[in-house]
C-alpha cells in the first residue's frame, strides 16, 4: 500500500499576516510549494537546522520529512515549525517569524 503522504493531494496553504495562498501537495514541503507559486519565504539550509524558516502554525496539521526537526519540544508544543522541512496533512495558515 502506497504512503499517503507521497500522493499530491493539494491542501490550501495561507501565510498571515495578508491573505497570500497557494497550493501545497502532500508531497512538498511548504517552502518547496511556495517557491514554486513564486513566493519567497525566508529561509537558508532547506533540511530544518538553521531555523530561517522558522515559522507559527496557526491552523491545520503538518508532518516532518525528518525525525526530528530543529525545534524543541516547547516549541513544538507551541504550534512552530519549520516550512522547509514540514509537509501539509490538512489545509494550513502559518505565519513565518521572519517576516515583517
Known amino acids: 500500500m502506497a504512503d499517503p503522504h507521497d500522493d499530491d493531494t ?3 496553504a495561507r501565510i498571515l499576516p495578508g491573505e497570500t495562498c497557494f497550493a501545497a501537495p ?3 514541503s511548504l517552502l ?3 517557491l514554486l507559486e513564486g513566493i519567497r519565504l525566508p529561509s537558508s539550509c532547506r533540511n530544518g537546522t538553521c531555523r530561517a524558516c522558522i515559522s507559527k502554525l496557526h491552523a491545520g496539521t503538518v508532518r516532518y520529512r525528518i525525525e526530528w526537526p530543529g525545534l524543541s519540544p516547547d516549541e513544538k508544543d507551541d504550534g512552530f515549525i519549520l516550512p522547509c522541512v514540514a509537509c501539509p496533512t490538512s ?3 502559518f505565519e513565518p517569524v521572519g517576516m515583517p
Request: charged share 15%; hydrophobic share 50%; net charge negative.
Open 91 to 93: 489545509d494550513v495558515t
Open 32 to 34: 518547496e510549494a511556495a
Open 10 to 12: 493539494a491542501y490550501s
Open 26 to 28: 502532500a508531497s512538498l
